[in-house]
């Protein structure tokens, strides 16, 4: 659990950056430069040097830590709906300060909002308990992990959803291939549109992948909305065309407005 004085410090940079929400760093809100392999850095936010694959155009380097909070408020606020729609959830998670254009908060957002939905859509589960592991596995994969692992986050979130509904360990004969069959079929469907990375973007595709893989496999089923993205006009890298979330793409529908 990060230490109380420690989060509100969180809090008050994500605050303070809520430009920064728009262009990336979440200390000034400049690009990020990426590195070719780690450096070694100090975090703006804890003050500890730790491995980062990249920083901003002024040098400020958050860790993941850091730049993930601490995840309570979005599982509280995920323990307390009744929503089912799991892209309704999600972008009520990207109205919390703590949620960022991108970011390995991601990780984790995917496998908690998919918990969440499968829970209100029938699926029985502890959800207090799988929300807290789900979240501290999502944890473990570093930002960045698209373009250095080769794994996308929101693919491999999706997996670690997959896993803790079919109870899989890495000693489990049938259950062990439920979230690597999950996770194949989000890698399949995210790298056909090709980068770059969009956390948004790479996290919807995901939800729509893994809400027909719980119909299919778990017998649930999870309804899923197709709103076109809110968050491209802030997106650099937009792919926009490409993306069958982009407002003049294929969506259709109204826009909302999400920030």
Same mark, same amino acid.
């Given at each position: 659990?990060?230490?109380?004085?420690?989060?509100?410090?969180? !809090?008050?940079?994500?605050?303070?950056?809520?430009?920064?929400?728009?262009?990336?760093?979440?200390?000034?809100?400049?690009?990020?430069?990426?590195?070719?392999?780690?450096?070694?850095?100090?975090?703006?936010?804890?003050?500890?040097?730790?491995?980062?694959?990249?920083?901003?155009?002024?040098?400020?380097?958050?860790?993941?830590?850091?730049?993930?909070?601490?995840? $309570?408020?979005?599982?509280?606020?995920?323990?307390?709906?009744?929503?089912?729609?799991?892209?309704?959830?999600?972008?009520?998670?990207?109205?919390?300060?703590?949620?960022?254009?991108?970011?390995?908060?991601?990780?984790?957002?995917?496998?908690?909002?998919?918990?969440?939905?499968?829970?209100?859509?029938?699926?029985?589960?502890?959800?207090?308990?799988?929300?807290?592991?789900?979240?501290?596995?999502?944890?473990?994969?570093?930002?960045?992990?698209?373009?250095? !692992?080769?794994?996308?986050?929101?693919?491999?979130?999706?997996?670690?959803?997959?896993? !803790?509904?079919?109870?899989?360990t890495p000693l489990t004969p049938e259950a062990w291939a439920a979230p690597q069959r999950l996770t194949a079929t989000c890698l399949e469907a995210i790298a056909s549109i090709g980068g770059p990375r969009c956390c948004k973007r790479t996290s919807r595709?995901?939800?729509?992948?893994?809400?027909?893989?719980?119909?299919?496999?778990?017998?649930?089923?999870?309804?899923?909305?197709?709103?076109?993205? $809110?968050?491209?006009?802030?997106?650099?890298?937009?792919?926009?065309?490409?993306?069958?979330?982009?407002?003049?793409?294929?969506?259709?529908?109204?826009?909302?407005?999400?920030?």
């Open positions: 659990m990060i230490p109380l004085e420690k989060n509100k410090r969180i !809090l008050r940079v994500s605050a303070k950056a809520a430009e920064g929400q728009k262009d990336n760093c979440a200390i000034c809100g400049k690009p990020l430069v990426y590195f070719a392999r780690e450096k070694e850095l100090e975090c703006a936010v804890c003050r500890q040097t730790k491995p980062a694959g990249c920083a901003c155009e002024d040098g400020h380097f958050v860790c993941d830590t850091c730049h993930s909070g601490g995840g $309570a408020a979005i599982r509280r606020l995920l323990q307390e709906s009744a929503e089912q729609d799991p892209v309704v959830l999600l972008n009520q998670m990207y109205r919390l300060p703590e949620v960022h254009l991108h970011g390995p908060e991601h990780h984790s957002i995917v496998p908690c909002v998919l918990l969440a939905a499968y829970r209100n859509c029938g699926g029985e589960i502890d959800l207090v308990k799988a929300l807290e592991e789900a979240w501290k596995r999502g944890q473990k994969l570093p930002g960045g992990a698209c373009g250095y !692992l080769g794994v996308c986050g929101a693919a491999a979130g999706a997996g670690i959803f997959a896993s !803790l509904v079919s109870g899989a595709i995901a939800l729509e992948q893994a809400a027909a893989f719980s119909e299919r496999e778990f017998g649930v089923r999870i309804p899923v909305s197709r709103p076109p993205c $809110a968050h491209w006009p802030w997106n650099t890298e937009c792919i926009r065309g490409r993306c069958p979330f982009w407002p003049g793409g294929k969506t259709g529908g109204e826009q909302e407005d999400f920030h």
